[in-house]
């Protein structure tokens, strides 16, 4: 069977928008010569809905455009994700459901079984899951049909089992399968591609099956989905890889699938390229065209205005050197020359001024009390005010500069350098934002050297640097990373050769900044625990370990 | 059988000091001569500890802890709310549980069958839900154990059912129970406590069984508990009635329930007495003792003091007036005249100077373009800048005054007056504002009857009125309650009476201002629906129903 795998980056509840691409790749695959065109999970409706799943004119409104759908698309059957309404009177009223149909009429709905809920995930509080799994045999082809997560409970592929029972095995227990297909909105964090060939591949051989996975694409909200589509034949061998962070279609023979041999994708240019469709589809998305970046001369501005320029074209860009009294002249030229090297617009507007006429008013409240964090507050905060004042009048966004170890610890200004729309880099580490600015250079200096080498600083304070207040990066990304992504417990973290006293400040940081987070601006999810949607802590807590 | 069912207040992760009520309570309530002490839900670790429950490191805190209580309580039942290890290798790692142990010794284990995933619960995220619901037979009494939710499926007692299980038939259809206890961590939300007494009245007369309800109370972060245990016995009438808002102990007579009478709660009462629990909890749970809030002489920023006071007492309460150019005499003076009656320190900061600098610096950048609403938000900002330092330098948390109703059109500036670590009347509609604002002066007056009377101005431009902007709060709060609470459509909200250009229009300013809301300070709920962790949308998104 000749068959389109078609990742698309569909927009949530823009029913007619992503119909239409779906109407318009379904018939271009018929002319292909494809008998089977699959789309990725809820791609009518984008994925996720969160809590319009509870609005009913959102289930109606994308039923009313399915119809259509059913009525347009002739000779050529479409297997395509979508909400659909659980009969039963009790539990969730909706499923997650593959449906299969051609030539307007359903032929058959795989329901998802297995709702992931954890992390950025919350499908139990709107799905009921699907119970039974039922092979469809299509044109003489078994197919077994699964979505997503369905896929992630096989006790030889994966180290734990989130659930108490395989819908692959169930499926494949049933009936021999021709085909398994997978239809999915899975989105990238660093080595997951790797992961899932792994696991996908190691499936299909298990079964002896081929597998047919078929990815969403794009950026919604914090959350990237990476495409990369592929397909393993009955031996694991992998046949077909569609691109990541695109669009794209992979055309398939069922009956031909031969091994290819894939490059393996290099970890630091993917989450590159995650970050810039994520950044160039929130700010579309969102009906935005132009953004706004503080250009401080450091290295997090830099990295995120290069970017935003890939993101959106450098006409888009626009950078805002805002010096204070401690800002370096250093720095300054740093910022210029940046713009100058990404051809973007660039307006000085130094923050001396204003600064002097709030510490003035302030004066008689603050008589008697030291200089402390405060006045290096009320910079951050006065040039908040500035580039808001600015995304406000020339209508555009404004991107924050913050990275991962910075919003961990509290290193930032609430209001003030936290202030933007989208936080580009809030999910990358220090030494990842190092990486990732080489990476910019490789072939030309982009992000300017003196950028790349001085050490990190505010300039908040006469003479100040990042490492008289935090352990330096080296120490502090991999401490944050077992503590953040593995949830270990302060002693295993120790026993792995860090200093009890530094172990325990970070720790104590990330909590005591909790309330930072809970208003920061919406960050792009590049590793297995980003802060934002998908991690949960209270701010009111006295827990210490 | 002589019960005592202790309401306590807990602190998420503060095991030792949770442990520490539980023991006091329980053997204050043994020398009362209680058989049984009966503590909420999750007691031991305070509800909910969210994504801490995937720290081992917080399952072998609180268990040591308990591993204490084991030990130290001697001669009296226990039964307490706690976190326990699933034994099964699949699904969710933990149970949430009901503990009955007596004298060093685990007499009882129930774990929670329903898990409330929707709204603020997550309970599907970390919980693997117990399979069986057994009796225990209790010094000859035969308890039926149940927690929260568990008693939330009765096909009678409530119009829908969430689950395809009832805890509570199951438990009856066992064995004849003697008893029927719940223990919980219910939020408190308007009619709310209605609701409970009138379904759980409905279960006891049902299956003629003593129902004991015990209900966790405090603020935690944005939830509030009303703690309101009580317990009805075989015939569903009334027979004792704790307190809400505060810790107390009920203390019963198993043989001996006779019915009483109490008023019925007084609404508007019951929201005020819950901001002053939730601003007091929060505070002061996350170390701090005084707030800071800026005084515009409107009613909201008036309301949020006064409650502030309530919680606080006005010795830890400064107000804070910072006029500008658009700023009446009459606005002052109001704000004057509340901190007198509150009896709190007031300090005025004029923002013109500063406001003419940040003019003075952006009038380059700003050539040509005409006056908007931005430089309405650089006032409010600059008043945040002010607040903010003026909280840092003094240790205070800044409260932020914006109701629901303007939250939900985007009536508020981010960073600006959305500036804060509380919302505390964040989930109040402005004629709710009202309600509350006369509830406070129903003795003397408090808030200034001209704050009360005179029409909303956010004074940011000249002459300015909310209504020129908004409907009329008559209108809006209805339509608003209509979509944000129900869900309800479009054209059912419309077909209730309001203008369908209106209804659009409001629709269409709660979705375009999702992504201030998503960076805005945490609120206490008060209604069936608040922004917040509640309330889950994406903010790139297209649907318009």
Same sequence: chains 1, 2.
Avoid: W
């Amino acid at each position: 069977m000749k068959i389109a795998l078609i990742q698309i980056n569909p927009i949530i509840g823009d029913f007619h928008g992503n119909a239409d691409i779906i109407r318009r790749q379904a018939l271009a695959a018929k002319e292909m010569g494809a008998q089977l065109a699959i789309f990725p999970e809820l791609a009518l409706c984008g994925y996720p809905p969160l809590d319009y799943l509870e609005h009913p004119s959102f289930v109606a409104g994308q039923n009313s455009c399915l119809e259509g759908l059913l009525g347009d698309i002739r000779g050529i059957a479409i297997l395509c994700g979508m909400i659909t309404l659980c009969p039963s009177k009790h539990g969730k009223p909706l499923h997650n459901t593959a449906l299969l149909f051609r030539d307007g009429e359903i032929l058959h709905a795989s329901h998802k079984k297995l709702l992931p809920t954890y992390d950025v995930f919350d499908e139990s509080r709107y799905f009921q899951p699907g119970t039974s799994s039922q092979f469809f045999c299509l044109d003489g082809l078994n197919l077994g049909i699964t979505i997503c997560e369905d896929l992630f409970n096989d006790i030889d592929a994966f180290p734990e089992q989130l659930y108490d029972i395989d819908p692959v095995a169930e499926l494949n227990g049933q009936h021999d399968l021709d085909l398994l297909i997978n239809i999915a909105a899975s989105p990238f964090t660093m080595g997951k591609q790797h992961m899932r060939h792994k696991a996908f591949s190691a499936i299909g051989r298990k079964y002896g099956v081929p597998l047919l996975y078929c990815n969403q694409v794009g950026g919604q909200d914090s959350i990237l989905f990476d495409g990369a589509s592929f397909v393993v034949n009955a031996e694991g061998g992998l046949c077909a890889q569609a691109t990541s962070f695109s669009e794209d279609i992979l055309f398939i023979d069922s009956e031909a699938l031969t091994p290819i041999t894939a490059s393996p994708a290099h970890e630091i240019a993917a989450v590159h390229d995650a970050l810039v469709m994520g950044t160039r589809d929130y700010v579309r998305k969102c009906g935005f065209a132009k953004v706004l970046v503080g250009l401080s001369g450091g290295i997090d501005s830099a990295l995120t205005c290069a970017l935003a320029c890939a993101a959106l074209g450098p006409e888009n860009v626009m950078g805002v050197g805002l010096p204070s009294p401690y800002s370096s002249q250093g720095s300054i030229a740093d910022a210029q020359q940046l713009a100058a090297n990404l051809g973007i617009r660039f307006e000085l507007l130094p923050i001396t001024t204003i600064f002097d006429s709030v510490k003035q008013s302030l004066a008689p409240l603050f008589a008697g009390y030291q200089e402390d964090v405060t006045e290096q507050n009320i910079q951050a905060r006065i040039r908040g005010v500035l580039l808001m004042a600015l995304a406000n009048k020339y209508r555009a966004l404004l991107l924050t500069t913050g990275n991962k170890s910075e919003l961990a610890v509290g290193y930032c200004t609430l209001y003030g350098d936290m202030s933007g729309a989208l936080a580009v880099i809030s999910d990358v580490p220090k030494m990842l934002v190092y990486d990732l600015a080489r990476y910019i250079n490789r072939d030309k200096e982009i992000i300017p050297a003196t950028t790349i080498s001085k050490p990190p600083s505010a300039e908040l304070a006469p003479n100040q640097k990042d490492q008289d207040d935090l352990p330096p990066y080296e120490i502090l990304d991999p401490i944050l990373a077992a503590y953040l992504e593995k949830h270990k417990p302060i002693p295993d973290i120790i026993a792995e050769g860090f200093d009890e006293a530094v172990v325990r400040d970070v720790v104590r940081r990330i909590k005591i900044n909790e309330y930072k987070r809970k208003q920061a601006a919406m960050g792009l999810k590049v590793t297995s625990k980003a802060f934002g949607f998908g991690r949960r802590y209270p701010t009111a807590e006295r827990f210490m370990d």
